[in-house]
Antibody, heavy 121, light 106 residues
């Protein structure tokens, strides 16, 4: 059974940093493209970025609002995806989901349960 | 960036109704279009991928159509468990973008 389990969310002050983790199981993590998506309270879904599998170069793409502040990484030996967030703003308050892309059409069959990040003084 | 415009943003319907949600892309995305259902406090669930392919395990009352820039999600006969929010997503190119969502209420 595929599982994605996020952790690391919490309360952080504006300007602070936080690192989220996403532990994957039930599939060959190194073969997968992985993503982060967030959802602010009462709002829609927002894609944050994708990290490709290493055989496809491991390239990372980011959404404009987080480019330069957020960094995605992966440790295939630990089956874990990370999101390092810095210079956090109040508007970064959201539930953060990790997802696995399908390799053909890029859809997201698998989602984690989400972890809440609250940026507030 | 490719903008995804969903309509309507909200919709009231009744059990048994046939409902259609539309999604328009600002440029052609071929058929790289997915539809998701989300209930409060839960992660989204994939319903349709590649514009018209039904995800395994999803009820056949859900269907998708379209290609290029115009897409539709149809629920043939609403059931109580279908009252939720629905999102389209293009995965043709990065940045990946979602529609703003459609809230389906009783």
């Amino acid at each position: 059974e595929v599982q994605l389990v996020e952790s690391g969310g919490g309360l952080v002050k504006p300007g602070g940093s936080l690192r989220l983790s996403c532990a994957a199981s039930g599939f060959t993590f190194s073969h997968a493209h992985m993503n982060w998506v967030r959802q602010a309270p009462g709002k829609g879904l927002e894609w944050l970025g994708r990290i490709k599998r290493k055989i496809d170069g491991g390239t990372r793409d980011y959404a404009a609002p987080v480019q330069g502040r957020f960094t995605m990484s992966r440790d295939d030996s630990k089956n874990t995806l990370y999101l390092q967030m810095k210079s956090l703003k109040t508007e970064d308050t959201a539930v953060y989901y990790c997802t696995r892309s399908s390799l053909d059409y890029g859809d997201y069959v698998y989602w984690g349960q989400g972890t809440l990040v609250t940026v507030s003084s | 960036d490719i903008q995804m415009t969903q309509s309507p943003s909200s919709l009231s319907a009744s059990v048994g109704d046939r409902v259609t949600v539309t999604c328009r892309a600002s440029q052609s995305i071929n058929n790289y279009l997915s539809w998701y259902q989300q209930k409060p406090g839960k992660a989204p669930i994939l319903l349709i991928y590649a514009a018209s392919s039904l995800q395994s395990g999803v009820s056949s009352r859900f269907s998708g159509s379209g290609s290029g820039t115009d897409f539709t999600l149809t629920i043939s006969s609403l059931q109580p468990e279908d009252f939720a929010s629905y999102y389209c997503q293009q995965s043709y190119t990065t940045p990946i973008t979602f529609g703003q969502g459609t809230r389906l209420d009783i």
